[in-house]
């Protein structure tokens, strides 16, 4: 076991800490520690991109998912959801109104939904492209084969969050079915970087039978990725799955290891997600203090936001929507935070 000391040593050296290491820091129960993580963390980020946090427009064009992931409210098996998906129409509409707010990032997330796949995608990314062409367009929608994510990606796509929700093979598999292969998200993650997407990836904090060997793995993955995006965010259960008895995630534990993503990649953009901010009402604040520097309101239609419920009683009002810009910078204005109105890319290394 570390000691203080020499865990704050490896706090200086932690881009070359062993996976040991990184455990050991995770396993702390020193609050010194953990409160030097963090302000390391926020040190870094602010030196990065200063004391401003870029926005993403995000619209759910779907909840239609072929998976059956044991943890998703939108799973295929579950039979309780009121399944939607947007028409094109419906997200011009939304791109449309996030441009007039001021966005200049619009992220696709959804289900992997078949009626979303091929030229019909292909052909909506490039009406986007076409249609706000200083825009950055980031892609949130599974596992697709290479030829799917090129012609995405020449039709205009600059980015793609694709999470790989834990690195140890056993865990993954005791969190989707047998059909689901990890090594096909982790091809999918080298076929992405490959194309030239800027990448994301990311994990679920406290996901049942997770420990923290796992999650130092995570992190030794994260650091030899590279990602320019990295997606973190508590486990929340939902009540109409599998998992749906487990508790949540810690935000302890989400925060950690959020400040040791920020010190592992500077220059990632790392999202204050919406599952912190509903996992606690000063999550996302929180959040940012621990290095993240990304925030994504939620540009959907207002009918169909309480349709995406990939856990319990998920945030999509109030500062978490589009409409709620200015109580979002009121927030910020507490912690002397600023809305970047820019594409905010990742910076080159």
Not at 39 to 64: D, H, K, P, T, W
Not at 114 to 122: A, K, S, T
Request: some cysteine; charged content about 20%; glycine content about 8%.
């Amino acid at each position: 076991m570390l000691t203080t000391k020499s865990k704050s040593d490896t706090l200086d050296q932690v881009a070359t800490a062993s996976i040991p290491e990184l455990k050991a820091l995770l396993d702390s129960s020193d609050t010194h520690l953990e409160h030097e993580l963090q302000v390391r963390a926020e040190a870094i980020a602010e030196q990065q991109f200063g004391r401003r946090i870029y926005l993403r427009g995000l619209i759910e064009i779907s909840n239609i998912c072929r998976n059956d992931c044991y943890y998703c409210g939108i799973r295929s098996g579950n039979e309780r959801v009121t399944r939607y998906r947007l028409t094109a129409d419906e997200v011009m509409s939304a791109c449309e109104r996030g441009y007039e707010i001021g966005f200049r990032t619009f992220v696709l997330q959804g289900g992997e939904d078949p009626y979303w796949r091929g030229e019909r995608l292909v052909s909506l990314v490039r009406n986007i492209r076409t249609s706000y062409p200083e825009c950055a367009i980031t892609l949130s929608l599974g596992e697709m084969e290479y030829a799917e994510y090129e012609a995405l990606f020449r039709a205009g796509a600059n980015r793609y969050l694709l999470r790989h929700e834990t690195y140890d093979k056993e865990h993954y598999q005791s969190l989707h079915p047998s059909a689901m292969a990890q090594e096909h998200r982790l091809q999918a993650l080298r076929d992405l970087k490959q194309i030239g997407y800027q990448v994301g990836t990311g994990v679920m904090i406290g996901s049942p039978g997770q420990t923290t060997a796992h999650l130092a793995q995570d992190l030794d993955f994260i650091r030899r990725l590279q990602p320019a995006m990295i997606g973190v965010g508590p486990f929340i259960p939902h009540e109409d799955t599998p998992l749906g008895t487990y508790p949540a995630g810690s935000l302890s534990m989400t925060l950690r290891f959020l400040a040791l993503c920020r010190l592992l990649n500077p220059r990632a953009l790392i999202p204050a997600t919406t599952a912190v901010a509903t996992l606690h009402p000063e999550g996302r604040l929180a959040a940012i203090r621990s290095g993240c520097n990304v925030v994504m309101p939620n540009l959907s239609p207002l009918n169909h936001r309480a349709d995406y419920a990939l856990y319990n009683n998920k945030a999509y009002s109030g500062s978490e929507a589009a409409e709620g810009v200015a109580l979002l910078q009121a927030q910020l204005d507490t912690i002397d935070y600023q809305i970047d109105w820019g594409r905010g890319d990742a910076p080159a290394s």
